[in-house]
């Protein structure tokens, strides 16, 4: 027996979440939307972007010596 994941919000097929659309796994509006990485790549869009504004905000913080000069 293969295991499967039922999201709550589907009814019949309708996303109960997103307007009554079929249910489409991934999709804008979805809660999985931006949280999880799926083979379509369309829907990864969003957690792409994610991960491009975390990389970049993942610089090293100034050293505290710079933050007291720029406050001066």
């Not at 589907?10 to 979805?30: A, F, H, R, S, Y």
Request: charged content about 25%; overall charge positive.
């Amino acid at each position: 027996m293969a295991g499967s994941w039922g999201c709550p919000h589907e009814i019949d097929g309708l996303c109960q979440k997103v307007n009554g659309l079929t249910c489409d796994p991934g999709m804008k509006g979805c809660v999985l939307y931006g949280r999880y990485v799926f083979a379509s790549p369309e829907k990864n869009e969003r957690i792409l972007q994610k991960q491009t504004r975390s990389d970049d905000g993942a610089a090293a913080p100034a050293s505290r010596a710079n933050n007291d000069a720029k406050e001066r």
